[in-house]
């Protein structure tokens, strides 16, 4: 069992339909990490936020070239069901700009979403491209974060799209008041991502898909310091639940104060979170 904490905000998660769970660029994690292609029932999921002590979820929609994976509104229903469990995270249609700002625009204002995410690699698309321009323009007017992916894919397909500079570089300078959130790490380039972590004060780091024994050493010697209200826990769940990830806690060497900010206090003041 993980070290029992006050509270867990986990910035990453799924609840996956049997429409994203057959993806056939899920097949290497799923090696990795023995889960099935059968999609959890919500049951499962809510049973695992309570095994990780996880108080709320962010509930991640998918979208690709090709269409929805998880439709914003399947993410709002469970929401919906559980809302003192999850919170929404929107995803939209990146060929459709016009489109895409209206839905998220609906998802903010009528759905109660927190946040936007697009995951660079399923479009092969890096973040600096126009495209995404007009989704930063709505979430600065919403005043709701830009989640992505940072760092390497674990799917066969290419990592270029993840990596931080200049992709990511040239988006926070061209957009000031955009908070973007780098979701996984975003290691072989840890680097980079410190390097705009220090740069920038509106980018922040989740851990998702990583246990946190297994974070780079630089990471969590920055989530020690200066870094310490920059970092928010995820877990890519169901590919890892928060109860495997947090198992080894005790080793990052965190004081109270930064273990506290990250495990919650920096994901409910980024996502504007109730505590």
Known sequence: MPERVADVVDAWMQ????????????ETLLRWTGVRRQAPPVRDTVAALDQGGVSCGLLSAWHG??????SNDEVAGVVAAHPDR???????DLTDPVGAVREIRRCVRELGFVAVRVVPWLWNLPPNDR???PL????VELGVP??????HTGPLCPSEPGRPI???????????????????VGYPWIHEVLSLATKYPNFYVDTSAYAVHRLPGELVEFMRGRGRERVLFGSNYPMITAADCLRR??????DDEAKSLFLAGNARRVFGLSG
Not at 168 to 176: G, S
């Open 136 to 139: 930063y323009v709505a979430c």
């Open 249 to 254: 806690l005790d080793e990052l060497g965190l």
């Open 166 to 184: 200049p992709y990511l570089d040239e988006v926070l300078l061209d957009f000031p008041d955009l908070v973007v959130v780098g979701g996984h």
């Open 65 to 70: 070239p090709a269409g929805p994976l998880i």
């Open 15 to 26: 609840q996956p339909n049997d429409v994203f769970m057959q993806q056939p660029w899920l």
């Open 131 to 133: 495209r995404y321009y």
């Open 86 to 92: 999850f919170r929404g995270v929107a995803t939209v």
């Open 146 to 151: 830009f989640c992505t992916q940072i760092g």
